[in-house]
């Protein structure tokens, strides 16, 4: 496949909280994919809860965001719902 000139996403998930790996993962694999001269990058981290510690050392990434996933009952059955949360600012306390 050839990404030379495309905008492209990259995208680590875990269904745990953020940790130090996984961070690692989508800092890296968008540098990685820079090498195929990409029009741009995006890494998004999909966990299930933020870190009030590693949140902020993505501030250098600006092309890294956090997403926090929560599954919610919607209607009769069960929607993954993905809710916005790159800020530092993210409760961590309910993981």
Known sequence: ???DGKDVI???AKA???GMYLMGQGIFSAE???RFNPKSVKSVILCNCG???LMPMLAGFPNVTVEIMTLNKVAE???L???SSAKA???VGSC
Request: net charge negative.
């Open 10 to 12: 990259v995208v680590q």
């Open 1 to 3: 496949m050839n990404i």
């Open 89 to 91: 600012t993210t409760p």
């Open 81 to 83: 719902i993905v809710e």
């Open 32 to 34: 990685l994919v820079k």
């Open 77 to 79: 059955h069960s929607d």
């Open 51 to 53: 870190d009030a510690i």
């Open 16 to 18: 745990q909280r953020l």
